[in-house]
């Protein structure tokens, strides 16, 4: 049995599904997901992130942090979180980064939130002398001070469509056409968690709802308003989202999102807004939305890609130069990806941030 009878035989015993459901199943199925099953990162991967194309990211990430827990008076202990963590590889670099920090290293204590079984294994692996932790949910990390880190992450939560008709929305939701799997609509129906968007659409856009996004936001920012601590939340998508963004990628090549379920990644635009606001009501303050290739030439990647040029050359250099340009470049990732930064409203922004 595959993914696909399993979501068919799902489709004919209860009707077409959301397509947040279709994802749900897609990416974290215990037996067929494409997160519980393979290591999807890298050059045998399906896609690589940030962390995979230059140590220089998760740097700066981590000094980045550091300097707003040292500016919050070095809370001791404090949890350093990251959720998402893919290989270990941003938390290596960002670990490596804060050793010179006074104090850092002694009071921290890692927490990964981390739902598929064989990242875990890479993970510890790549961890191994830092004895982190790993959780299922944001809601199971310590109630103290919280200096956390999401790349990539919210980009995977499953979301709904919906597509406006008139003042009521009609879904898209996935059954079957003639055996395959087909996008088809519901009957347009009033979605009050959609009343906002009422001002800022017409009839026949698209709006993606995610509603995994705000409660794990709030818990975040919950601990951030009650204890002290930081958050950055690095993804691809923007203030409010509008059109269909949903989309698959395997063997770093875009797919039919309805192909090969489970075999490939599934994503969708990050809407930055939801996440501020429901930083907002956890009482948490938020920086202004800010294009990664901004934040990070704010936190030095120019000079730190200089120090690191300095010794090669050849193709190592080549190789230098084209992840700095990646990283930063505007037809890159430079404007693609935005960073979002949560902190207490008595404290200062973090550093890259500053509004």
Not at 189 to 206: C, Y
Request: with cysteine; proline share 8%; aromatic share 6%.
């Amino acid at each position: 049995m595959s993914l696909g009878d399993h979501l068919a035989a799902r489709i004919r015993a209860d009707g077409p599904m959301s397509v947040a459901d279709y994802m749900a199943d897609c990416l974290l199925h215990p037996q067929f997901g494409y997160y519980t099953t393979r290591d999807p990162l890298g050059a045998q991967g399906d896609f690589t992130t940030a962390p995979e194309i230059s140590q220089m990211f998760g740097e700066l990430l981590g000094l980045s942090l550091a300097q707003a827990w040292l500016d919050q008076g070095a809370p001791a202990p404090f949890t350093l979180a990251e959720l998402g963590p893919g290989r270990g590889t941003l938390m290596a670099d960002l670990l490596r980064a804060t050793r010179g920090v006074p104090g850092f290293h002694a009071a921290m204590q890692i927490h990964l939130v981390e739902a598929s079984p064989a990242l875990r294994g890479v993970q510890a692996k790549a961890l191994e002398d830092h004895a982190p932790r790993w959780q299922d949910s944001v809601g199971a990390l310590p109630d103290q001070p919280l200096f956390l880190v999401a790349n990539e992450f919210f980009d995977a939560l499953p979301i709904r469509q919906f597509i406006r008709a008139g003042d009521g929305w009609s879904e898209k939701r996935i059954g079957l056409q003639d055996g395959a799997l087909a996008f088809g609509l519901s009957p347009a129906a009033p979605q009050p968690v959609l009343a906002h968007r009422l001002e800022d659409t017409k009839n026949g856009d698209l709006v993606e709802l995610c509603e995994a996004a705000a409660p794990i936001t709030q818990s975040i920012a919950a601990r951030i308003a009650a204890h002290g601590g930081a958050a950055l939340i690095v993804d691809y998508g923007d203030w409010r989202a509008l059109g269909d963004t949903l989309q698959a990628l395997r063997a770093h090549e875009p797919a039919d999102p309805l192909q090969t379920p489970g075999e490939a990644d599934l994503t969708a635009h990050v809407d930055f807004e939801a996440l501020a606001m429901a930083a907002k009501t956890a009482g948490c303050a938020f920086t202004p939305l800010t294009p990664q290739g901004v934040f990070l030439e704010r936190l030095g990647i120019t000079d730190r890609a200089r120090a690191l040029a300095a010794p090669l050359q050849g193709a190592a250099l080549d190789s230098l130069i084209a992840a700095h340009r990646r990283l930063t470049h505007p037809e890159e990732m430079g404007n693609l990806f935005k960073v979002l930064g949560l902190y207490p409203p008595q404290a200062a922004p973090l550093p890259g941030l500053n509004p």
